[in-house]
């Protein structure tokens, strides 16, 4: 199992270069991506393609060929394997049969983010890539809400707007929160700030949406102040899907003892934002 460069080539360390140099089989998601890796390395040797759509019949084959006694790397397109990339398979069978798995450890994406963030590191939760659908993503968030630990996510430029307005309308405008673009290339970047603030920055800033994401959410707090702005999103998320936008406010502000116009604002916010996402076309 061995982690390679998240994008910069230089962060592929000796072991790694040596196992792949010295294995009898290289199995990657992308062939002609590792191919730019393994012509880097100065390295011509056999790659078979594994991913999310053919695991299911090649890892019997792969699974075959280490109990013939050949050796194989099992590498993703970038990161370290299993990371929301496929394995998990062929480890677990291969571990059943007695065969040995060794990890070379290396580059993450989420730990390389997390590291850099500023965000507490004691205790956090990946959870890979959001849903792809607004109602299932706020949900997902709605789950989330008293979760302590830091939570990171994988997402793509496409749905990062999305991603950021579904997860402030459930976890409060205040929730703190990081955006790591393009971690260890040319344009890296990290934006902090609450996430209301960041998806008013992000969806201003086109620049800011293109790129390999990782989303950092600071967990929830024990204060009185942030349980009741998680409450306030959650209820005036459902009554703005059935009510026309003032009076989910008012009715909100009323239930919760919030602020009126406050509620209203956010609540004018979250229709905008919906608007735009109609507007556009998210794979």
């Known amino acids: 199992m061995v982690a390679t460069p998240i994008g910069n080539l230089g962060d592929l360390g000796a072991r790694a270069a040596a196992i ?5 089989l290289i199995a990657c998601e992308d062939t002609r991506h590792s191919r730019r890796l393994l ?4 390295l011509r040797k056999p790659l078979c393609a594994y991913h999310d759509h053919n695991e299911a019949q090649t890892y019997p084959r ?14 993703s397109d970038a990161g370290t394997p299993l990371i929301s990339d496929p394995g998990f398979s062929l480890v677990r069978a291969a571990r059943a049969q007695g065969v040995d798995v060794v990890p070379i450890p290396g580059p993450s994406a989420l730990i390389c983010a997390l590291s850099a963030a500023g965000l507490p590191s004691d205790r956090f939760l990946f959870l890979g890539f959001a849903p792809r659908t607004s109602a299932a993503r706020r949900a997902f968030f709605d789950q989330l809400a008293e979760e302590p630990g830091t939570l990171l996510f994988y997402e793509t430029g496409k749905r990062l707007v999305a991603t950021l307005e579904d997860s402030r309308a459930m976890l409060g405008e205040r929730r703190q929160a990081v955006i790591a673009r393009e971690l260890t290339k040319r344009f890296e970047t990290f934006l902090t700030g609450s996430l209301g603030d960041l998806h008013a920055r992000v969806s201003a800033d086109s620049e800011q ?5 990782v989303l950092l959410i600071e967990g929830a707090g024990g204060g009185e102040g942030a ?11 459902i009554l703005c899907r059935e009510l ?6 008012a009715l909100t502000a009323r239930i919760t003892g919030g602020q009126r116009n406050r509620l209203y604002r956010a609540a004018l916010t979250r229709q905008r934002s919906e608007s735009q996402a109609d507007d556009s076309s998210y794979p």
């Open 20 to 24: 792949l140099a010295g294995v009898d």
């Open 39 to 42: 012509d880097h390395l100065g």
């Open 62 to 75: 792969l699974l075959a060929r280490l109990r013939a006694g050949e050796s194989i790397a099992l590498i």
């Open 209 to 213: 949406q293109l790129g390999e994401f």
């Open 227 to 237: 349980r009741q702005e998680r409450e306030e999103a959650r209820i005036l998320d």
């Open 244 to 249: 026309p936008t003032r009076q989910a406010a």
